[in-house]
């Protein structure tokens, strides 16, 4: 059993529901997993169970020569260890490189998950390191080809979404903190997915290095550091360590080393195919400006990172977008620039308060770099001081369709990304420019289109109030016309629309069993859908009513 | 070489040498002596009469306390010389005893590397030392042997390519199998929505019955699978504890979830509803309520028309019958009959004046003297016309006369039934009329003809509760409804020609289109079943409109019209349109819902009723009122 159910996790084989269970299942409704039989039969042709077998041999033999102390027979038998590889299953499960792209968001959040492990029990210690290299491997290469394009700080962990040639890629890692292992989780099974999710990386990795034209196994070049940045990096080449070790202070200080040398090499590679694709189409090529513009967003800006914020996420989004970052020496190595450097332009903190300021950079709590990122602009930095109340983080990954509740943050912000001033973005018609990207612009729309008809709403309310003032005081003085048609063709209106609401039930009650039932079903989902929008928003409501109500309270007090 | 030990520090020369032997000296512990004396006499042990006091006193006064220590053999103390704390001290060391014990002396070396001219001993080599040895050459057999069979296998050659190369240089388009194209790929995770940020916008937080109601929930049920929570900034977000499980989850869904492509209905649900003709366009038909008729003061159990639609008789549960005028909603006439109405029909004949009402056990025959003085002068006479047969025939039913004060209130006849009866029905032709009287014998329907005063039972066998019975506009059938069931009687052939199922549990109520082709039904299942009866024995269509029971269906004489009354206090109206064209189907359409019943005692409209000539209909209430809509 152990045994299939490794091969089925290698091999990607899952059960199927069949058509008719009573018939499959000897006339029983008992739950039971099915599987194919041509899958079972496809399982049994892997040459990969022939491997598994032998290694089984080994290890009784092993286990045998141990027992009765033939050191030499044990010495033989680990020569001749067998080992299978995985290869030939990655490329039969994903006969293109485009479907193990899309394949690899459980991928990347296993190894990241991995790496993070203790390196005592659990697993074995090379899987870990694997994982590790590899985790760091897939980000320096982030980094170098400048494609993340949303992060996210949840309570669980912080997810990142990368487009790598053009496939979303989504990816969680936990926070920094030692893991209290749980022990009703199998750890064998997540053993074996490893196993295939790290030959499966690898390869991956070497393609998206070539197609950089880097060197594979990430080499810290001595020349270029010295050409590029004659600092840190240097130094630490230069330091007689061995290579392995070189390696591992490679992947624990990824950003600072690697990533400058390839940043040349890659704008080089990208500009002609661009220049292509933007002759192509016009509309593509606004696109390609906006996210351009989105990969350059920390270019130029030099961040220091305070010991208390957590290193790694941070220099990794940092050097996505294009910004230089430090840190403390003694943090980590890597470090390019110090505290006390005058050129630093951003701190970022997550202390209360900061005694020592310098003067000419932003003191910023670590998450307006994550809200830039989404906002896909540099958010104005008073709202992140530190020791000030952090306006609300939001999901990058939603988005808001017709008569979804939308937050008033996400209102502030799209206008903002509008080029609106977020005071009166709300009440603006929507003449403002079209350069915003896909379903946000349709979104934007969809929210003026209510706008305005609350609008005109409202100015019809307006007029009949006016028209009330005119007749009351037109009865006392003047000959007004009383516009009193205008209310009839109201009326007319609403007569209209009782009889076509009264027309619909009536053709409603005509419809047959089964397409009523649907329909009901699918207007409960509507329904549904609107009373959860308006309970977000009375419960919005009611929360900045009782923060007005404090800060009024406050404000007595404070005068008192 | 060991040096002598220096002899321990004799004792005085009087001191007693202990004679006790190698025994335990525990065994002397509550003794004050310790062994004899070559005399035989007790040796004592020293004095100890010394309390902590003096213990601690002697402590701190004696400089060689520290030194003295207490010879168990004997009980005396002893104080220890310079040497012997030496020692002491050299063993707790870990040093040896010997003070000039040199423990790293020069090595040696007796037996070199270097050869020596002499052979130690001068023995020739043995002859095994110039064959081959029997041992090793069992021993290289073994292995070869081991190889030959293949149990040991020569080092395998270092595999040098490398762990990771391009996987994908070579991207087959044949390798795309049959296998890829079936495989469905699993649905990637959700991705995280606003309520799962560390610091979401307040509305995602859970209030406290929210947060109560999660907790209550089972696991798999819960919409999100966390708690919302905020935190003032990042350095206070602690680790997800659920983060392994999740990722574990997640596998376990990866190789053991079932995968399945499912077709998600993707449907406008406008599209759903059926497109039918505006109820607009298929005017004329009732839309408000135009008058109330008041007087009743209890249930309107069953209204009725007169053939020229001036009057309306209604029968109620206060046990009166009252005549109306239906244009001006004033009672004419109140007809007391001292029992419940439970039917009433007006004579659809023109000529003749008389209307049957239902109470208890009786058929009352009641000329209401309304309208044309000649007509219903002409109905009395038709009546007194009779002349009863010569020989007395046996009927199931007594015809009696009405008294003369009955006569002046306008009752002509009475038949007696022997069981109470439900309903009444006219003939198209005004002489015959059906009854049904609740009974479960053969004896449930009885048919009646007023010219001849002669009563008959057509049935000779019980086929269920009657519900109602009805004559064919044209035709000679005759249709009875029972519980679940409407049987269709030829009465000249006296055969049974059709068996309609109504798909109902309980059937109410029944009407016949004028056409005579068109049958409705309506249940206390809330239903209402249209039969054609050229198509088939169910029903054409079954229309579900009402919320509660259907307590009578109506058609229109003239116009396409139906309607059906149901206890949720509604009327609805809808257009039937029956074509003479066999090909096509009737044009069945909701046009309206008339309300304006007021529901008393869970009932609401009891009867419905077209009138004849306008497209006008009334309805009779629980809350003892007769409507018309117009």
């Known amino acids: 059993a152990a045994v299939t159910r490794r091969l089925c996790i290698l091999k990607g084989i899952y059960p199927h529901e069949p058509k ?72 039969e499960r994903y006969p293109t490189f485009v479907d193990a792209l899309r ?105 998206l290095y070539h197609s950089l034209n880097l060197l594979y196994p990430p080499k810290i070049d001595g020349q270029a550091d010295v050409e590029l940045k004659p600092a840190e990096g240097k130094e630490y080449a230069m330091d007689s360590e061995s290579y392995l070790e ?6 624990a200080s990824l950003a600072r080393v690697v990533a400058p040398t390839h940043e040349d090499e890659v704008e080089m590679d990208e500009f002609p195919v661009e220049g292509e694709t933007a002759e192509q189409m016009d509309a593509r090529k606004k696109e390609q400006e906006a996210l351009e513009k989105h990969k350059k967003l920390f270019e130029g800006l030099r961040f220091f990172l305070n010991r208390e914020v957590p290193r790694e996420p941070l220099a990794f989004i940092i050097r996505c977008f294009g910004g230089q970052v430090s840190w403390d020496k003694s943090l980590c190595i890597g470090a390019t620039y110090d505290v006390s450097n005058p050129s630093i332009t951003h701190q970022i903190v997550d202390r209360p308060r900061v005694e020592q300021q310098v003067v000419g950079r932003y003191y910023l709590q670590p998450q307006w770099v994550f809200d830039s990122v989404n906002a896909k602009l540099c958010l104005p930095v008073a709202d992140y001081f530190p020791g000030v109340l952090l306006p609300p983080h939001l999901s990058p990954f939603v988005t808001e369709q017709e008569g979804d509740y939308v937050p008033p943050e996400k209102l502030k912000l799209l206008a903002m990304q509008r080029g609106e001033n977020p005071g009166d973005g709300r009440l603006r018609d929507e003449e403002s420019e079209e350069e915003d990207e896909e379903e946000e612009d349709d979104n934007d729309k969809e929210e003026e289109e209510e706008e305005e008809e609350d609008e005109s709403e409202k100015e019809e309310e307006m007029k ?41 039930r009536l053709a409603i009650m005509m419809m047959k069993k089964r397409e009523k039932y649907l329909y009901k079903k699918i207007m409960f989902g509507k329904k549904r859908k609107v009373r959860e929008a308006n309970k977000l928003a009375a419960k919005r409501k009611a929360h900045d009513t009782a923060v007005k109500e404090e800060k009024k309270k406050s404000k007595k007090a404070r005068r008192a | 070489p060991y040096p002598a030990l220096t002899p321990l520090p004799s004792a005085p ?57 207490q010879d168990k053999m004997t009980g005396a103390d002893i104080k220890l010389t310079d040497e012997q704390v030496d020692l002491v001290h050299r063993l707790q060391k870990g040093q040896f005893g010997d003070v000039h014990f040199n423990p790293y002396e020069p090595a040696v070396d007796f037996f070199t590397h270097e050869v020596m001219i002499h052979p130690v001993t001068n023995r020739p080599a043995d002859k095994r030392s110039f064959i081959p040895s029997l041992i090793e050459k069992e021993k290289v057999s073994k292995l070869v042997h081991a190889i030959k069979m293949g149990w040991i296998k020569p080092r395998k050659p270092k595999d040098d390519t490398p762990t990771y190369y391009d996987l994908w240089a070579h991207e087959d388009p044949n390798s795309i199998l049959g296998r890829h194209k ?25 209030s406290e019955e929210e947060k109560l109601a999660w907790e209550q929930q089972e696991p798999a049920e819960r919409k999100l699978n966390f708690v919302p929570q905020q935190y003032q900034c990042l350095r206070a977000v602690p680790a997800y504890s659920r983060f392994i499980h999740e990722r574990f989850e997640r596998c376990l869904d990866l190789y053991l979830c079932p995968r399945q492509r499912k077709m998600r209905v993707n449907v406008d649900p406008e599209d759903l509803i059926p497109k039918l003709p505006k109820p607009r366009d298929l005017q004329p038909f009732p839309t408000t309520q135009a008058l109330v008729y008041c007087g009743h003061t209890s249930l309107v159990r069953c209204l009725s028309i007169s053939p020229s639609g001036q009057w309306l008789v209604s029968g109620s549960d206060d046990c009166t019958v009252r005549f109306w005028e239906v244009c001006t909603a004033r009672c004419m006439k109140t007809l007391p009959v001292g029992g419940v109405v439970k039917s009433v029909a007006w004579n659809p004949n023109p000529t003749i004046c008389l209307v049957a009402i239902c109470v208890e056990q009786s058929v009352l025959l009641v000329n209401p003297c309304l309208g044309d003085k000649l007509l219903y002068g002409a109905t009395d006479q038709l009546l007194e016309s009779y002349v009863a047969p010569e020989e007395e025939r046996v009927q199931p039913v007594q015809w009696v006369t009405a008294t003369m004060e009955e006569h002046s209130k306008g009752v002509r006849l009475v038949i007696q039934h022997s069981k109470a009866v439900k309903q009444v029905t006219w003939h198209g032709k005004g002489d015959y009329f059906a009854s049904v009287v609740s009974d479960n014998s053969n004896m449930q329907v009885l048919i009646h003809q007023t010219s001849k005063r002669w ?30 069931y409407v049987r269709v009687y030829n009465l000249l052939k006296q055969e049974l020609t059709k068996k309609l199922m109504t798909n109902c549990k309980w059937v109410s109520s029944m009407a016949i289109h004028p056409g005579g082709d068109n049958i409705i039904c309506g249940s206390y299942d809330s239903k209402l079943a249209w039969f054609d009866l050229d198509l088939s024995t169910r029903p054409y269509q079954l229309l579900r409109h009402h919320k509660k029971a259907l307590r009578s269906v109506a058609f229109h004489k003239h116009y396409p019209l139906f309607a059906s009354g149901s206890d949720d206090g509604t009327v609805i109206v809808c257009h039937g349109m029956v074509y003479n064209d066999l090909l096509q189907n009737p044009l069945l359409v909701p046009v309206k819902v008339l309300k304006g019943h007021v529901l008393t005692l869970d009932l609401g409209v009891l009867d419905v009723l077209f009138h004849p000539t306008q497209p006008w209909v009334f309805s009779s209430g629980a809350d003892g009122t007769v409507r018309l809509y117009t």
């Open chain 1, 103 to 207: 394949d690899l968001d459980d991928a990347l959040s296993m190894c990241f998950l991995f790496s993070t492990f203790p390196r005592t029990g659990k697993c074995h210690v090379q899987t870990i390191q694997l994982c590790r290299r590899l985790a760091m491997e897939f980000l320096n290469y982030i980094i170098a080809s400048r494609s993340l394009r949303k992060v996210f700080l949840s309570i669980k962990g912080i997810y990142y979404q990368a487009e790598v040639l053009g496939q979303p890629v989504t990816w969680i890692t936990p926070y920094a903190f030692a893991h209290d292992h749980p022990t009703d989780v199998d750890y064998r099974v997540m053993a074996t997915f490893t196993e295939f999710y790290t030959t499966l990386l690898g390869f991956v990795n070497f393609r």
């Open chain 2, 13 to 69: 020369l009087q001191d007693i040498r202990n004679t006790v032997g190698n025994i335990p000296m525990e065994w002397y512990q509550d003794f004050p002596h310790i062994g004899y004396n070559l005399e035989g006499k007790k040796i004592y042990k020293p004095i100890r009469n010394k309390d902590e006091l003096d213990m601690f006193l002697e402590k701190m006064e004696n400089p060689d306390y520290w030194r003295t220590v």
């Open chain 2, 182 to 206: 079936m495989h469905v790929p699993a649905p990637k995770m959700k991705l995280p929505g606003h309520e799962e940020s560390y610091n979401p916008p307040p509305e995602y937080l859970l």
């Open chain 1, 246 to 251: 070189k390696l591992s202070a490679l992947s």
């Open chain 2, 455 to 484: 009563s008959q039972n057509p049935f000779r066998k019980s086929k269920g509760l009657v519900q109602c019975v009805l004559f064919h506009p044209i035709r000679p059938y005759f249709f009875v409804a029972t519980q679940r």
């Open chain 1, 464 to 504: 009949l109030k006016k028209m009330e003032e005119q007749k009351t005081q037109g009865n006392k003085a003047l000959p007004v016309k009383v516009t009193a048609g205008k209310l009839r063709l109201e009326d007319r209106q609403r007569l209209e629309q009782e009889q076509q609401s009264e027309e619909k």
């Open chain 1, 20 to 91: 008719h269970k009573k018939k499959v299942n000897k006339g029983s409704t008992a739950a039971r997993t099915f599987y194919l039989l041509k899958d079972i039969k496809f399982l049994l042709h892997e040459p990969i169970v022939n491997k598994f077998r032998e290694y089984k041999v080994f290890v009784r033999k092993l286990r045998k020569a141990y027992g009765k102390s033939e050191w030499s027979t044990v010495d033989r038998l680990k020569n001749n260890k067998p080992t299978y590889k995985l290869d030939h299953i990655v490329k």
